[in-house]
């Protein structure tokens, strides 16, 4: 039997980049001893008024279709919260509640760019990128922020990949894998690109709530007509199994993103939604109780690293994870992570899925327990002086 064009698109570098995440999890599930480290699920729980409201209204009965947009209260929380973290004034009709940021990428993406199109996407990139924004026909371009600009853009380079084609800017702030957060300068800099050729930003902040006070410069305020801001809770309140994400743009597009959501969701479940509100009404706290275990086990793994030789940090400057330059260690870090994984079953992510950029690097995800942290640590460490002894 025959399948449509677009199952070649989205069988990519995205499926392939956590070949070793499921066999370690596969492994972990078969109680073997393996420490993972490749994906960014916080080792924390849900907070308990969420865990208590979801329960209250599964008992309560609410279990039935939903409106395809979400819950008029829910998107006016949602507008809230977007409004004193960018200042942009928006109301419950620049917000779609979705299926998580992924859902919401995928929606923004469908929405903005078809075959023919262009958009461009800051490297390094998560793993899921390319295939989401390619799925209905539009053509990934990538720009680098290069490893020896501190991972930062390179507003030249953004500048001349620009095409008459060109529908959109895609980038993560704080990025994944690198953690950098765009600063003004950046921003002023995408801005002025937009504005000149009436691009698209789609600014996906699933991280933000992680950055220093729980916020990142934004663009949404200034330019409200062509300024996608995606975000969930997956990251900042740690619930990723929830599936509670958003998109904050131009009403229009929330219209068209919701005929896109009766397509594919036709409502999200009831009891979510309000343990949904629930959440963004103790965000202070939730997001500060996950900003803090992400601090201090960053600190935590970097003490740990310091001094092996062959093994240089790039300190984020926010999220979970910490990307590690393995080149001297003569591996590339796809290399890194299989050996790694081979003989001392810790599991962390090759660089080089997010890009070229990040090649000579791997990524560890350190938001879980620091027992673990430690042991992988005493196992990265002995990893590594064996390749050195073996030099
Ligand atoms: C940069 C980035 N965007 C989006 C997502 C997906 O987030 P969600 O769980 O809200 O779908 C992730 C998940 O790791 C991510 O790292």
């Not at 975000?231 to 958003?246: E, F, I, N, T, V």
Request: charged letters at 20%.
């Amino acid at each position: 039997m025959q399948y449509s064009s677009l199952v070649g698109r989205i069988a990519g570098d995205g499926a392939d980049a956590w070949v070793i995440h499921y066999t370690a999890r596969q492994a972990q599930e078969r109680g073997e001893d393996v420490i993972l480290l490749s994906v960014g699920d916080p080792d924390l729980d849900s907070p308990t008024p969420v865990l208590e409201r979801a329960i209250e209204r599964l008992r309560a009965g609410d279990t039935h279709y939903t409106p395809a947009p979400g819950r008029q209260h829910l998107r006016e929380a949602i507008a809230a919260a977007h409004r004193a973290r960018t200042g942009q004034p928006v109301d419950a009709a620049n917000v779609i509640f979705l299926a998580g940021a992924q859902n919401a990428l995928f929606v923004t993406s469908l929405c903005i760019a078809g075959p023919g199109d262009e958009v461009i996407a800051l490297e390094p990139l998560y793993p899921s990128y390319p295939a989401t924004l390619e799925v209905g026909g539009a053509n990934m371009v990538r720009v680098a922020a290069p490893a020896e600009r501190g991972f930062r853009i390179d507003p030249a380079a953004l500048e001349a990949a620009i095409t008459p084609r060109t529908r959109a800017l895609f980038f993560a702030t704080p990025n994944n894998p690198s953690g950098v957060i765009l600063s003004d300068d950046d921003l002023a800099a995408i801005g002025n690109l937009a504005r000149r050729h009436s691009l698209w930003v789609v600014a996906d902040e699933v991280y933000a709530g992680l950055a220093p006070d729980g916020r990142v410069p934004s663009l949404a305020a200034e330019l409200p007509e062509q300024v996608v801001t995606i975000s969930s809770l997956s990251k900042s309140h740690s619930m990723p199994g929830w599936r509670a994400g958003w998109l904050v743009g131009p009403p229009q597009l929330v219209i068209h993103a919701e005929a896109m959501a009766q397509c594919m969701l036709f409502g999200l479940p009831g009891f979510i939604q309000e343990a949904a509100a629930t959440a963004l009404s103790v965000s202070d706290a939730a997001e500060s109780r996950v900003r803090e275990y992400c601090a201090v086990r960053r600190d935590f793994l970097l003490a740990g690293l310091d001094g092996i030789p062959g093994l240089k940090c790039f300190v984020p400057d926010a999220g979970m994870f910490l990307l590690i330059d393995v080149r001297a260690t003569g591996l590339s870090g796809y290399d890194f992570m299989c050996e790694l994984y081979r003989t001392e079953r810790v599991s962390v992510l090759d660089g080089g899925a997010f890009g070229k950029e990040t090649s000579g690097f791997v990524r560890v995800c350190f938001a879980t327990d620091e027992a673990l942290l430690r042991q992988a640590i005493v196992r990265i460490r002995r990893f590594v002086e064996t390749l050195v002894r073996q030099e």
